[in-house]
């Protein structure tokens, strides 16, 4: 095990039980923000590729 969380594992037993409920509150959120920057790029990613299929050609293939 790592130091950081040998270190982390020390400090949540020391918490009080409200103190572990906002620290599950904080590392929740932050899981979440590393998910939805995750999700931002892959958004990008699948933006920056339809703009290929944005042109004329396609539009009049299509229609």
Do not use: C, H, P, T
């Not at 950081?4 to 932050?30: C, H, N, T, V």
């Amino acid at each position: 095990m790592s130091a950081a969380k040998q270190i982390l594992f020390k400090l949540i037993r020391e918490l009080s039980d409200s103190q572990g409920a906002e620290i599950i509150e904080l590392i929740s959120y932050l899981k979440s923000e590393k998910e939805n920057e995750m999700f931002k790029d892959l958004e990008l990613a699948s933006e920056s590729s339809i703009d290929f299929w944005n042109n004329e050609i396609d539009d009049e293939v299509w229609n």
